[in-house]
């Protein structure tokens, strides 16, 4: 079979392994088309070419990079074109311009059609975003959501075809992994937290639980940048917490391994907002996968992911995160413990091979199903 994926998200380096694990797959000849960057709120993130073994990645030229409903694709007919493909994997929301630009071409071929969504809470959207996303919904042949929320969405809003919950990207274990001398140290604990700094991520909520631990030994790093960042660094002040907190710049993708391996704790402190709710949070795998202790906030998608392998705090609630934070700091052999049940789930769950089969099983049964 062959596949041609539309997908933004895959210029992201440490992404590109489970593209390298679907094209191991039998019969499957694949090629993955992507932009040559993507802007969001932490600045402009350029293609890596880090994991490209096995499978052909190609760059198109993009329109309105950054504009998350508005961007598009302009020669993707082209690549179409080219490649005659029996699949065309739309790795984008189905109500952007960019799905139903992509769409167009796919469906005078006559290929088989999917789109991915994260998208976990229902939202009406005002023309043409609204007549894009029904023509979407009718149209496509499969779709793959992230998480089961995902799936209650889009079948509340009408879309009635075959659908499976697969997350976007698993993690591999072989990048993320313990380091060799896993034993927990007796130095300052260290604290990590990685992603953007919007109100939505909370990152005040940790620091705020973390001033209420001055009597013990800790450090935390802080991974990303955003809008907040002025406001964080002025609560740092304010808390007195500057000696103990570092601010850092976002990391490329393939230095991430490296920099789980520092972290003996990872925190992911999201509160709900009105249009927004966690969905999944790439950093929970990836620590997890190194056998770091996570706790998290009971936002969107992050109880479903840590399991009972972390500890899960309600979302908002300094106290309760200042006491878990406690708990796994004073206790080493628990954290240990956390680590271990960690990777365990992330093994038996979220690898990048097992996202591959089960994407690589949508597509069989595609191309199973007549047209």
């Known amino acids: 079979m062959r596949v041609l994926m539309l997908s933004k998200a895959c210029i992201v380096g440490i992404y590109q392994r489970k593209l390298e694990e679907l094209?191991?797959?039998?019969?499957?000849?694949?090629?993955?088309?992507?932009?040559?960057?993507?802007?969001?709120?932490?600045?402009?993130?350029?293609?890596?070419?880090?994991?490209?073994?096995?499978?052909?990645?190609?760059?198109?030229?993009?329109?309105?990079?950054?504009?998350?409903?508005l961007h598009y694709y302009p020669a993707f007919a082209t690549h179409v074109a080219a490649f005659q493909p029996d699949i065309v994997h739309i790795d984008e929301e189905p109500y952007n311009l960019a799905t139903w630009m992509a769409?167009?071409?796919a469906r005078r071929l006559g290929a088989k059609t999917l789109f991915f969504s994260w998208q976990n809470i229902r939202r009406n959207y005002p023309p043409p975003f609204n007549f894009m996303e029904r023509a979407a919904l009718r149209s496509v042949d499969h779709a793959i959501v992230g998480t089961d929320s995902a799936a209650a969405v889009w079948r509340d809003k009408g879309y009635t075809g075959p659908l499976a919950v697969i997350p976007q990207f698993g993690v591999d274990p072989s990048l993320f992994s313990p380091p060799a001398n896993a034993a927990v140290a007796a130095e300052s604990v260290r604290i990590g937290y990685a992603g953007r700094l919007w109100i939505g991520k909370g990152v005040d909520v940790l620091l705020k639980a973390l001033a209420q631990l001055p009597d013990l030994d800790w450090t935390l790093k802080i991974i990303g940048s955003g809008p907040e960042e002025p406001d964080l660094k002025q609560l740092c002040y304010e808390l007195q917490l500057g000696h103990r907190v570092s601010f850092n710049p976002w990391l490329p993708s393939t230095e991430m391994p490296r920099q789980m391996k520092?972290?003996?704790?990872?925190?992911?402190?999201?509160?709900?907002r009105a249009s927004w709710k966690e969905q999944y949070g790439?950093?929970?795998?990836?620590?997890?996968?190194?056998?770091?202790?996570?706790?998290?906030?009971?936002s969107g998608a992050i109880p479903d992911v840590i399991g009972d392998a972390g500890l899960v705090f309600p979302e908002d609630n300094i106290g309760q995160l200042a006491t878990q934070l406690r708990r796994v700091i004073e206790a080493p052999d628990l954290r240990r413990t956390l680590g271990q049940q960690a990777r365990a789930r992330v093994l038996e769950h979220f690898?990048?091979?097992?996202?591959?089969?089960?994407?690589?099983?949508?597509?069989?049964?595609?191309?199973?199903t007549p047209n």
């Open 262 to 272: 520092q972290f003996d704790i990872l925190v992911i402190p999201s509160r709900t």
């Open 282 to 298: 790439r950093v929970i795998i990836e620590a997890m996968a190194t056998g770091v202790t996570v706790i998290g906030s009971d």
């Open 23 to 69: 094209a191991r797959l039998p019969d499957i000849d694949l090629c993955v088309v992507v932009p040559p960057s993507w802007r969001d709120s932490q600045g402009e993130t350029q293609l890596e070419r880090a994991y490209t073994d096995g499978y052909r990645l190609e760059v198109t030229p993009i329109r309105f990079n950054g504009n998350y409903h």
């Open 103 to 105: 769409l167009r071409p």
């Open 351 to 368: 690898t990048q091979k097992q996202v591959a089969e089960k994407t690589h099983a949508v597509y069989s049964t595609l191309m199973d």
